[in-house]
């Protein structure tokens, strides 16, 4: 029987997941099938159920329920936990694997597709939420001279540094009055691009040859514009759509797809 997976979320009816996989197993001879599902607000865990009981093998969890995710899972990758919430799970008779592969994701885009190492650098994280919070432990795996998380509620970005802590490195947070400096790497982990909207950020915030990395795919963002009028380089995040995906169907699969082939399908489409 052809394996069944899917993508939960919402809303969902936007991703692009369903065409990632769908080109993965294409390429890769695997027998399976994915769809993306709606899951409502308040039955996450019994969409999940519902799933599994249909013979699920594993799914994809996004906004708003990766920490919903953490909590069903009976084993967790390190990067999940400390990550503290879960965007892919595995299911195994009554084992269900929790990862996080939304931060490998974003490090394989810069090392790989845009040719950004990452040690030595100083790095901005801007925001305090669940796509920050997925990404800080891979990013300090790459020893960078420092990762300093800004939003504008400081407080929330000073605990999420002292949460993370003990995944080493220079880290620490603040808010936007707090920077110091210029950065070589600025991402933006933000709500602020779906609302069109800039973060508060000084013109001279940018080390010559930086990059501006936007998590968000599709379009020109104030953050990214900004970026570019300082002569920053810059980046979407469609890499790192892609890139967690595959991480994500090597968890289930055991076999890594080739990515470059699915990004240009995309950016053609």
Do not use: C
């Not at 599902?37 to 906004?63: C, E, Q, Y």
């Not at 076999?255 to 399908?265: C, F, I, K, Q, S």
């Amino acid at each position: 029987m052809t394996d069944a997976y899917a993508v939960f979320g919402n809303p969902v009816a936007h991703s692009k997941s369903p065409l990632i996989h769908a080109a993965f197993a294409a390429q890769t001879g695997q027998d399976m099938d994915y769809v993306a599902l709606l899951a409502p607000l308040d039955g996450f865990s019994d969409a999940v159920a519902a799933f599994r009981s249909m013979g699920g093998r594993g799914a994809n969890v996004t906004v708003p329920f990766k920490e919903q995710a953490f909590g069903l899972a009976t084993r967790l990758t390190a990067r999940a936990r400390a990550a503290g919430a879960v965007n892919t799970l595995k299911f195994d008779a009554d084992d269900v694997l929790g990862d996080n592969t939304d931060g490998a994701g974003l490090v394989a885009d810069l090392l790989g597709n845009l040719g950004f190492a990452l040690a030595g650098k100083r790095i901005l994280l801007m925001g305090a939420g669940g796509a920050a919070r997925g990404v800080v432990f891979p990013l300090l795996e790459q020893s960078p001279a420092s990762l300093f998380i800004v939003n504008r509620t400081p407080d929330k970005a000073i605990g999420l540094a002292r949460e993370m802590a003990g995944a080493g490195g220079n880290l620490s947070g603040g808010g936007y009055d707090a920077l110091n400096g210029r950065f070589d790497l600025l991402i933006n982990a933000t709500a602020a691009s779906l609302a069109g909207d800039l973060p508060p950020l000084p013109a001279d915030v940018f080390a010559p040859e930086a990059l501006a990395y936007d998590m968000m795919y599709g379009k020109d963002t104030p953050f990214l514009a900004f970026a570019r009028a300082q002569g920053a380089r810059v980046a979407d995040g469609l890499g790192m759509l892609v890139e967690q995906a595959a991480a994500a169907f090597e968890v289930w699969r055991g076999v890594r797809p080739l990515t470059a082939p699915v990004m240009r399908m995309l950016r053609e489409a």
